[in-house]
Nanobody, 126 residues
Framework: QLQLVESGGGLVQPGGSLRLSCAAAGATLDDYTIGWWRQAPGKGREMVSC????????KYRDSLEGRFTISRDNAKNTGYLQLDNVKPEDTAVYYCTADADVRCLGIADGVQYEYWGQGTQVTVSS
C-alpha cells in the first residue's frame, strides 16, 4: 500500500517561493505517475501538475503561467513541486497523488488518482 506524506507548506509573501515535497512509503514510487492538486477555500479541487513515472513528461495547469515546476527523485522515493512568484490566489491545501495506471497526458480535474496524501497548507499573504 503506497503512502504519501506532503511537507513544505507554510506562509509565504507574494512573490516568494516554496518547495513542497511528497515522500512515499510502502512501494516504489517510480512505478507511479505523480500528480499535484490543490483546493482553495470555498472552491473545488483542481489539478495543478503531473509528472510521468520516469520524469520525462510533465504537464501544468495553463493558469499557472510557468510559475510552478514539478520534479521527482525516484532514488529518494520523493516528488516535488516548486512554487515561484506565488500569488494570493495560490493559497490552498496542496495534495500529492500517485497512480500506477494514470498517465501524465494532460491536466484534467476529473482524472482519478488512487493514492492521496493528507495535504499541506500553503498561504500566500503579506
Amino acid at each position: 500500500q503506497l503512502q504519501l506524506v506532503e511537507s513544505g507548506g507554510g506562509l509565504v509573501q507574494p512573490g516568494g517561493s516554496l518547495r513542497l515535497s511528497c515522500a512515499a512509503a510502502g512501494a516504489t514510487l517510480d512505478d507511479y505517475t505523480i500528480g499535484w492538486w490543490r483546493q482553495a477555500p470555498g472552491k473545488g479541487r483542481e489539478m495543478v501538475s503531473c509528472i510521468s513515472n520516469s520524469g520525462g513528461r510533465t504537464k501544468y495547469r495553463d493558469s499557472l503561467e510557468g510559475r510552478f515546476t514539478i520534479s521527482r527523485d525516484n532514488a529518494k522515493n520523493t516528488g516535488y513541486l516548486q512554487l515561484d512568484n506565488v500569488k494570493p490566489e495560490d493559497t490552498a491545501v496542496y495534495y500529492c497523488t500517485a497512480d500506477a495506471d494514470v498517465r501524465c497526458l494532460g491536466i484534467a480535474d476529473g482524472v482519478q488518482y488512487e493514492y492521496w496524501g493528507q495535504g499541506t497548507q500553503v498561504t500566500v499573504s503579506s
